[in-house]
């Protein structure tokens, strides 16, 4: 299997990879080129940037990849149970859109597109 394929199906499973996933994962030093491979192939992948400390103390910035998936949502609206669809990157996201364009209170999702 390829670096590629791995990485395809790790964002399919889990939703989003960092480099250092990658690496520990599947020994791969270059996700970049990996992603951008994804993306030219029709993927819908954000880049999220994180700035913390490394072990030394010293502030770093890396690289989050999420995958932009559909999400089920099923919520109440007015005693009533609904159910409708929704594109995020992740749970923080969906819950955000769900909440601006949606009345009800949201009582359950989950992925249905890998």
Excluded at 15 to 26: K, Q, S, V
Excluded at 33 to 62: C, E, H, P, W
Excluded at 80 to 96: S, T, W
Excluded at 100 to 112: C, E, M, R
Aim: glycine share 4%; net charge positive.
């Amino acid at each position: 299997m390829t670096q590629e394929k791995f990485v395809k199906i790790y964002l399919e499973e889990n939703g989003e990879i960092t480099p250092l996933d990658a690496y520990r994962e599947f020994a791969i030093m270059r996700l970049s080129a990996i992603i951008l491979n994804l993306r030219k192939q029709g993927m819908d992948i954000r880049t999220d940037y994180t700035t913390s400390k490394n072990r030394f103390g010293v502030l770093v910035t890396y690289a989050t990849y999420k995958l932009n998936r559909l999400y089920k949502v099923e919520y109440d609206w007015q005693g009533e149970k609904c159910v409708d669809y929704i594109k995020a990157y992740d749970n923080k996201e969906l819950k955000e859109k769900f909440k601006k364009n949606f009345s009800g209170i949201l009582t359950d999702y989950y992925v249905v597109e890998k």
